[in-house]
């Protein structure tokens, strides 16, 4: 079951670290099996951090939640 | 740093913590020797980097250093690797080919994931470790080789030969100097060392200056438990130094497997063991060749079945003379004359 909480769970390991280089991972919403966020501080301009969050926080999503399918960044 | 020792700025054998610092006393205590030594370390600890400094401060320096893992071959393989051919030993055997212990000669050779050599090939070893002769495949004539032996494992030798996974007397042919490498994770004090040497390196190497590290970084870094070792954290710098688009290390350049695993940790768990916190390292010379000599006894012991007037042969020393040693390392009296049959020549 994917449920705003749970992606909160796993979205809590890694803020705090974007919070102390100034920036945030904020959670949208989540629909069905998806989820949505926003990223925010100094690396969003950067495209290799884009991916490397992207993907890493995708994985999480799924090692924690199988049926997890699809993170949307905005 | 470390004076005597040939450390350069691409050999990044760094670390300020106490067990690092014990290594390298050790390494300055036994620079002038010419005996075996046994590095034990997990995988990406730095056994082979330790065994070229252990060559390059040595005499042998200008002489070949050949490292070979013994984890690469099979049992057939391995032989041939290591002894060398004959033409027409095997098939494919087109021509003389010399062994890894020839191709040393007069240098040192280390033996990597020795605990991979196969049980049958092991006297094989010993005998050429006795001898220091090597007869190549299929070959009659016996090479006289001058040879010093390194060798390393990732796995703790001694279990395995109480297991009856490695033979005993090669273990004590092994083991005469141990050198223990501590993994990175019992050694955090020493990651940002390790980790703005290494960022440095990778920067200068494609001509810009040593970024900046936002300390968010170094947190994380700390945090992480490194299964890979020093060698793991060397490709997260490099894979830094690969992506960071804005010229400072920032969160958002680390990989996201140890954001998620160093974010799982609790933080207090991490309590970087600071230098204060621990008395200065301090090795005892006298313990160290107590327990060099006591090794040394013991294989002669074993080899000798026991026999005390073989046994002192062995160490070309006086029978007498072993007696006090024995006393003097606390090996004491009734030491167990070897079951097994397998005692040196």
Redesign the interface.
Known sequence: MVTRERVEAVLERVRPFMQADGGDIQLLDVVANCARIRLTGTCVGCPSAHMTLHLGVESALRDEMPDFETLHIN | MTPNLPISRDTVVVGRSAKMRAVFDFLRVISGSESTVLITGESGTGKEVIATLIHQASQRKHRPFVAVSCALFSETLIESELFGHERGAFTGAVKDRPGRFEMADGGTIFLDDIDDVPLGMQVKLLRVLQNRTVERLGGTRTVPVNVRVLAGTKRDLKQMVAEGKFREDLYYRLNVLPLTLPPLRERREDIPVLMEAFLERFFRSRGEQPPEI????T??FLRYDWPGNVRELENACERIAQ????GTV????????I??R???RAPEAIAPATPSAHPPATISLDDRLRELEANLISWALKASNGNKSKAAELLQVKRSTLGDRIKHCGLGLGHPASASGDAAA
């Open positions: 936002a300390p968010v970084v947190q994380a992506m960071c688009t804005c920032r969160i958002g350049c680390v990989a996201a497997s954001l998620f160093a974010g799982a």
